[in-house]
């Protein structure tokens, strides 16, 4: 995979913020932490290529402004996620990028778990070698951290129970080789993952957390990136990184259907996500700065791209599926764009942070005890 890429999309759920989970050693949200009702974006920072200034912005999606920065988290933060009650966030930590073979003993990285009605990182959970996406099972209860590896490491998909913050089985399987990204069934039955290494959709059953089958993405398919799952479960989408497509798998017969489907970009397809309504798919390419768009009734791509911020890497809709967010990670000091969906024009172009590279959304209920 493009290892100093170090990102997948992410496909997104609305998260309700509440109070610390029970037993978090949360500190008491003040004045000054907590946020007042309304929908929040949650934007990881990775400070890409050092890390050293990474940070996790909470951002109103109203105003477009930044309310809360937390600082704390592990090296060059790539993704996250937030469980559905919205009381946590959990981000994977990438890492640096080895210039020498890797120490086996030397400790793996991490996913630090955010209280989100505080701000405050309340741990960390050791996970696998370079984690490139943390995403939650369609009930909550697990989150999937799809760690890519090294030369001497293959990857592997870490599970962590979201009650205990504690990992409970990790998967390895040939099918996982230099594994990219991940998406879910709706009915959380299955998970599909991209084998950067072997071009091929690997699918996971669940109930077993085990790789079952790989589709096989054809020459179209070589270094498959980004992954995204159609609203109602029938198909999946690849983004191709070497082809500049986006392949469309079957899901009823784990076959490829159809022909790839030319983007009209030039540079490395990376984050891909589907509308609410599943009526297109939104793909970023990283080498070109922009967003393509693809028709998924027509299976086809729309002809003008959007232009964004430099490097963009994943893209993530608000829940009424009128406005995508697209984090890019060399876009100082405005690297999160802002799409109008009924447009296709950015709307916002907003300073996050160092080196925005995940976008996660989060409601929080107005009770009146919190105001900016």
């Not at 990474?54 to 060059?76: I, M, P, Q, W, Y």
């Not at 890497?313 to 967010?325: H, N, S």
Request: proline share 8%; glycine share 10%; net charge negative.
């Amino acid at each position: 995979m493009n290892k100093s890429l170090a990102l997948a999309a992410v496909a997104v759920t609305i998260s309700t913020v509440g109070a610390a989970a029970p037993g978090a050693t949360a500190a008491a949200p003040s004045s000054a932490s907590c946020l007042p009702g309304g929908l929040y974006a949650f934007v990881v920072n990775a400070d890409n290529p050092s890390g050293a200034r990474s940070s996790l912005a909470v951002l109103d999606t109203t105003s477009h402004e930044v309310v809360r920065t937390t600082t704390g988290l592990g090296l060059n933060p790539s993704s996250i996620a937030i469980t559905h009650d919205g009381k946590k966030a959990y981000v994977a930590n990438f890492g640096g990028l080895p210039l020498n073979p890797v120490d086996p003993s030397t400790p793996p990285q991490t996913v630090s778990v955010v209280d989100t009605g505080t701000g405050n990182v309340l741990g960390a959970v050791a996970v696998g070698r370079q984690p490139v996406q943390v995403a939650l099972t369609p009930d909550g209860r697990y989150a999937y951290v799809v760690n890519s590896g090294t030369t001497e490491d293959p990857g592997s998909i870490t599970v962590i129970d979201t009650a205990s913050d504690r990992v409970i089985d990790t998967i390895s399987d040939d099918g996982l080789l230099s594994p990219a990204a991940i998406a879910f069934a709706p009915d959380g039955t299955h998970a599909y993952v991209t084998s950067a290494a072997k071009s091929t959709l690997a699918i996971i059953d669940t109930a077993a957390r085990k790789v079952t089958s790989s589709v096989g993405l054809g020459p179209q398919g070589r270094d498959p990136q980004g992954v995204a799952v159609a609203p109602d479960g029938r198909q999946v989408y690849v983004a191709g990184s070497v082809s500049r497509t986006v392949i469309t798998v079957d899901a009823a017969t784990a076959r490829v259907s159809g022909a790839p489907i030319k983007l009209p970009g030039w540079g490395l397809p990376e984050g891909i996500a589907v509308t609410p309504d599943g009526s297109r798919a939104y793909v970023t390419e990283a080498a070109s700065d922009e967003v393509a768009v693809v028709d998924t009734a027509t299976a086809t791509a729309l002809p003008n791209t959007i232009t964004v911020g430099r490097n963009p890497m994943t893209v993530a809709f608000t829940p009424d599926g009128r406005q995508a967010y697209v984090a890019s990670s060399l876009g100082n000091p405005r690297g999160l764009s802002v799409i109008d969906t009924a447009t296709n024009t950015v709307t916002a172009a907003v300073n996050t942070g160092s080196g925005p590279s995940s976008v996660a959304f989060a409601a929080v209920p107005a009770d009146g005890t919190c105001q900016r």
